[in-house]
Every structure is written in structure tokens, then in C-alpha cells.
């Protein structure tokens, strides 16, 4: 296989790299560039062959598991999108009650209701959970 051959295939696995953010085909890339380096050093295909497999081997076995810890680490205590809305404060717009309402959250209307207790106009709640595109609130000092 010449040079280039070697680095179209290092530039495919680049590219559904980065369609599928899994690290499997950039550890495949890692392998394909220590093959294009044997190449450019002279060696024949069998060696060629066998940096690939070497090199693919390392690259999954030890540094992909390390690199995936990195990419899908959650920062403790830190919630984000719905989670991040639980109990948030909210104001009560309309009468809030089982059968629903609305109120002012992070600075958006939301539908809400209530577990048992109808709240009136400009009340202030507190978020317990969101179900749907709906907050469960309850009085904020409960």
C-alpha cells in the first residue's frame, strides 16, 4: 500500500470520527498513521500490516477506555437541562391547581399544577419535578 493510500484511509476514520463521536475509528486512525509511518520508513506491507494491528490493539485496549472517561465525565453537582429546573423558584401567573396553571419559570411561562393545593395569582412556588413540558410546584416553604 503506498503513502497515500494509508493517508486517505487515516482521513476517512477521521471523518466517521466525527460523525459518531465513539473514539473506536479515531483509535483505527492512530493504528493507520504508525502503518503510514512504517511506509514512509521503508517497510514492506507485512510490517505494515502489523504496526496497524499493534497499534489498533494498544489504541483499544488502553488509551480509548481512558479517553472515553474523559469525553463522558459529568461534573458532580452540576445538573443541567430538566434537572437543573427542580426546585428552582417559579411565581404562579395564573391560579395554579391539580387540574394545571402557569407559571413564570426561569424567566419562561410553563404549565404547572399542583399535587393537592390550588395556589393563587402571583404565589411563590417552588419546582418538586417536571413531567412532560409540565412543573410540579408546591408552595415555596414547603
Known amino acids: 500500500m503506498t503513502i497515500w493510500m494509508w493517508a486517505v484511509v ?26 503510514l ?31 472515553l472517561k474523559h469525553l463522558k465525565k459529568e461534573v458532580p453537582g ?4 430538566m434537572d437543573a429546573l427542580v426546585g428552582a423558584p417559579a411565581i404562579a401567573l395564573t391560579e395554579v391547581g391539580p387540574n394545571g396553571g402557569q407559571i413564570k419559570l426561569n424567566g419562561e411561562v410553563w404549565t404547572a399544577r399542583s399535587a393537592a393545593e390550588t395556589f393563587s395569582t402571583n404565589t411563590q412556588l417552588s419546582v418538586v419535578s417536571i413531567e412532560g413540558a409540565t412543573a410540579l410546584v408546591v408552595a415555596k416553604n414547603s
Open 10 to 35: 487515516i482521513v476517512i476514520l477521521i471523518v466517521v470520527e466525527l460523525l459518531t463521536v465513539d473514539l473506536l475509528f479515531a483509535s483505527l486512525a492512530i493504528a493507520a498513521t504508525a502503518a
Open 78 to 81: 452540576f445538573a443541567t437541562n
Open 37 to 67: 509511518i512504517a511506509n514512509a520508513l521503508g517497510y514492506e506491507m507485512p510490517l505494515q500490516g502489523i504496526a496497524f494491528a499493534l497499534f489498533a490493539t494498544l489504541s483499544l485496549l488502553f488509551l480509548r477506555p481512558i479517553a
